[in-house]
């Protein structure tokens, strides 16, 4: 069995980058505990990019949906819809974001399998 990369591709804004970042830095331990959870890495665009990538990667499908419906997933991603709800109502936009208002203007999640990896070897 392979494990399995979840990409969420978020477009940020300039004036969002910093907010964003402090939202995940704020956002310790709700998905390094879930079972079957392998890796996180949040990606920030260098150039050419306003999108920012989340990377995680699961021991199994089955174990990233039974953290996706899990009490810290929605919980996380309730205050986010309804931030992002209020802003809408006030006309600035919609999009997905970790606290006060949404960080980023758009969303779509990537999904893989894991063919080949690589890794240092030992010295």
Same mark, same amino acid.
């Given at each position: @069995?392979?494990?399995v990369v979840k990409i969420n591709v978020l477009t940020v804004p300039a004036e969002m980058r910093a907010q964003l970042e402090e939202r995940f830095?704020?956002?310790?331990? @709700?998905v390094e505990s879930a079972d079957g959870f392998e890796w996180f890495e949040l990606l920030r665009p260098?150039?050419?990019?306003?999108?920012y990538l989340v990377y995680t990667r699961w021991r199994s499908e089955a174990d990233f949906q039974t953290?996706?419906?899990g009490q810290a997933f929605q919980r996380g991603h309730a205050q986010a819809a309804q931030a992002a709800q209020a802003a809408q109502e006030q006309g600035q936009g919609q999009g997905h974001g970790h606290g006060q208002g949404p960080a980023a203007s758009g969303s779509e999640v990537w999904s893989f399998e894991v063919v080949q990896s690589a890794a240092p070897k030992p010295a």
């Open positions: @069995m392979s494990s830095s704020n956002r310790a331990g @709700m260098v150039e050419g990019t306003d999108r953290w996706q419906q």
